[in-house]
């Protein structure tokens, strides 16, 4: 016999006589040895095979030859060496195996069911409070900047009427004193007279006007004339910038000591201090404007040598013979295109369908892949990359990306700080928001949501305006849009260019194409390029001299015709051009040449004998227009250098992905941890306002746990693997759907601010630092139901680990497909992968490379994990079962450690992998 160990119940066995069987252990005694009684048991081996000698469930035994029901409010599993103590609460009836556990769960889940109510709604209200915060101190701002404004105003039209009262008063006694011209004493007298009365003339204008004169007195002589004193006062009064100042220092000393130029040293720094320096600095530039109009020639050299307003760099783009030209077709988009776009101006793009205008913009862009390019861009004259430029290069693209989750302000807000000088201060960036969204008119909207296709926010026509403010809060020194005004009313249109014309007026290059613009809105450009099909340069000059140029052609526009519709319906072919030119639209781009002295391409030459004009031929090789590269081949031919060119294609866009040009924009952003941090804050606001969708994956992940719980009861036999297997695959799955709204959503918005010299690696580990909080939180959500119904011997704190490191990881997988994958694609691969892998790693490990390929599966180390925390809990009776079930399944009882190690490695890895996709395969 052998000792039985402890949790089992093996009693001295009864002799049945009939059989000669020692029962219940089924052995007999040796023959012709009467003297020979039955023992104990005669084997010890795993439940399955000797589940007899194990103490039953529902009873404890402290001895192996003792057995004791369990009594109520305890229960007892089988193979218990005593009976344990059911937690208040929970129910346990006599002779229970296990303790009905499901008030905690529920009273878990209804605690961190509210905890979540409360930091939803909570943090949504913390928003809005603030944002009605902030709002009102905007709003009190405002009004300090407009009384001061007003109080300025009222003194500079004070100051107007003293000086020409003072000018008429000294005219008049100029006119007396020429008729004495002998007695120069009692001029001087009278002229010191004069100035005392001009003294009390403007002496409601404080003591700072009598230590004027004071000084004026002190004045010494210039080249032997004594300076008159009424004119030195006017002097005085224009130059001295303190009287402005003194006026209204009753009003300034209210608003908190802000002065539009306060001292480096001290910036303001509460909200109410920034927006009352941004309201009084937007009221100085309206006043501004307004002088400027009336300037003189000494105002505006005055105003051109000024310093203290910041300047931002001119670009000048020049082009010649820009031409593009499609790889996979062969086929010309471009064609010969000459000219420059210049600092300080309006440059309009107009042309039929298919012209090549997109394709234009963004070759000066540096965004033309899959062409080849020939000719040459200069930027201020030199060979230079745009992408030298990239920090004060604006392009606004067709498409309005704009975060729909985001009020107008927290869009123009993120892109100001992300983008602008890191050397300016916080005042100077509101101030930059702040003149946008003026200029812009959005002050109705700048607290209202964007919106998305599904959430009603802003109309079309402001949503365009953010789409452009979004360049604009950045200052830059190149503009480019792509079709700003499309599906924008005449009175959206002419708002959006006068910003623009604002922005012009600082020195900004802009270029954009439009489509039949009004004539109002056409006669705000100053120059145009006009491209006829095939991407020929029609005409590229002054916007106001375009009709001269095509009347020197004969082509008169019929009275109430708008020109750029006439222009356009010529270049279409639909509407023949009038007069005594003769010429079809196909002859415009020849006349055009001719005009300027440009080479003619060999293909258009014939175009060119009809004109009595001797030019030059263009010696380069001409590809066919037509895109006759292909004939000729075969299928397979063609087919080959379709490949050819994709995969030239994904090389191109690898190239530019990684290849860093050199920084010639002499602006300073902030570096990754600044936009880091400026990108959790907006990732935040955005998770915040998504609240519903995140209840809704949290009551979903709670119903699996239930379902599962209920459905598959831990056995002890197996130590709750059937369980454990079917929580891998329930949380892998709907976590990885849930993860791939992550980045799958947003890759338009990630592509427009990573080609704008945002950071990636702070786009994405944002993204990742927000979704760690759901990573904590899921696993107590589905433990929440799952362990409360299964009861697992295992700690709640063992199962919460691992499947912290599950969801961990297989959120770093799902952010590879979001990122590699269609929508679709990843979201059948999110639901595939837990199961296949699951499958691979339960199935007997037969051979080395299925044990190698078994390896690699996720499923595997979180399933091992999980029974093993579970299994290492069994001892006594249960050791030889424990170590053939683990045997079996190729686990090991120490290899916990490595199982969570091997499973965060993975999503460190996967996370790699998924940054690494998102920086080469974006699109351009």
Known sequence: MIPCPLGSYCPLATLNKTTGICEPYLYQLPPMQPNHTCGGANVWADVSSSSEIFCSAGSYCPTTTKRIPCSSGHYCRMGSTSEKRCFKLSSCNSNTATQNMHAYGIMLIAALSTLLLIIYNCSDQVLT??????????????????????????????????????????????????????????????????????????????????????????????????????????????????????????????????????????????????????????????????????????????????????????????????????????????????????????????????????????????????????????????????????????????????????????????????????????????????????????????????????????????????????????????????????????????????????????????????????????????????????????????????????????????????????????????????????????????????????????????????????????????????????????????????????VELKREKIRLNFFKSKDLSNRKTPGVFKQYKYFLIRVGKQRLREARIQAIDYLILLLAGACLGSLTKSGDQTFGAAGYTYTVIAVSLLCKIAALRSFSLDKLHYWRESDSGMSSLAYFLSKDTIDLFNTLIKPVVYLSMFYFFTNPISTFADNYVVLLCLVYCVTGIAYALSIFFEPGAAQLWSVLLPVVLTLIATQPKDSKVLKNIANLCYSKWALQALVVANAERYQGVWLITRCGSLLKSGYNLHDWSLCISILILMGVIARAIAFFCMVTFRKK
């Open 129 to 646: 409070t603030r944002e009605r915060r902030v709002a009102k101190s905007r709003e009190a701002a405002a009004r300090s900047a407009r009384k001061t404004a007003n109080a300025r105003q009222r003194w500079q039209f004070a100051k107007d009427a003293t000086k020409k009262g003072a000018m008429g008063l000294q005219a008049q006694l100029s006119r007396t004193f020429k008729k004495d011209v002998a007695n120069l004493e009692k001029v001087k007298i009278l002229n010191q007279a004069t100035s005392e009365a001009d003294i009390e003339l403007l002496s409601h204008s404080g003591p700072t006007t009598s230590s004027m004169v004071a000084s004026s007195s002190l004045a010494p002589k210039e080249k032997g004339k004594e300076p008159n004193g009424l004119m030195q006062i006017i002097h005085e009064i224009e130059n001295d910038p303190d009287i402005n100042d003194h006026l209204h220092t009753e009003i300034e000393t209210r608003d908190t000591g802000v002065r539009a130029n306060a001292p480096k040293g001290k910036q303001p720094h509460t909200h109410s201090q920034i927006f009352k320096y941004a309201y009084s600095q937007l009221e100085k530039e309206k006043a501004e404007q307004q002088e400027n109009k009336k300037l003189t020639f000494s105002g505006v050299i005055k105003m051109a040598t000024n310093t203290e307003k910041r300047k931002r760099p001119l670009m000048e783009i020049s082009f010649k013979d820009l031409t593009l030209t499609l790889k996979a077709q062969n086929k010309h988009i471009l064609r010969y295109v000459t000219g420059k776009i210049k600092p300080g101006r309006i440059t309009a793009v107009m042309g039929p369908s298919g012209a090549g205008k997109t394709t234009f913009l963004s070759a000066l862009a540096g965004k033309a892949l899959g062409c080849s390019v020939t000719g040459s861009i200069f930027i201020n004259g030199k060979n230079e990359s745009i992408h030298s430029f990239k920090k004060i290069t604006g392009f606004v693209p067709q498409d309005d990306v704009v975060h729909g989750n985001l009020t107008v302000e927290e869009n123009l807000w993120f892109s100001a700080q992300c983008r602008l000088s890191a050397d300016l201060s916080k005042p100077e960036k509101v101030l930059v928001v702040e003149r946008v969204i003026e200029f812009l008119g959005l002050q109705s909207v700048r607290n209202a949501l964007v919106g998305t296709v599904e959430k009603r926010g802003i109309s079309g026509g402001q949503r365009k305006r953010v789409n452009v403010g979004l360049e604009m809060v950045m200052e830059p020194s190149l503009l480019i849009l792509d079709e700003p005004t499309s599906g924008l009313d005449s009175a959206s249109s002419q708002l959006l260019l006068r910003a623009l014309r604002r922005e012009a007026l600082e020195g900004v290059n802009i270029c954009m194409v439009v489509h039949q613009p009004s004539y109002a809105l056409f006669k705000m450009f100053d120059d145009l390029i006009l491209l006829g099909k095939g991407g020929l340069t029609v005409y590229h000059g002054s916007a106001k001299k375009v009709e001269e140029y095509f009347s020197g052609l004969g082509i008169n526009i019929p009275e109430r015709i708008n020109p750029p519709d006439y222009f356009i319906d010529i270049l279409e072919g639909i509407t023949t051009p009038g007069g005594s030119s003769g010429l079809s639209y196909k002859e415009l781009p020849v006349r055009w040449m001719l005009h300027n002295g440009y080479p003619i391409p060999l293909d258009m030459r014939q175009n060119a004998v009809q004109f009595d004009m001797s030019q030059s031929v263009n010696s380069a090789n001409e590809i066919d227009p037509n895109g006759s590269g292909h004939v000729g081949k075969t299928f397979a031919g063609e087919l080959w250098q379709d490949m050819r060119n994709n």
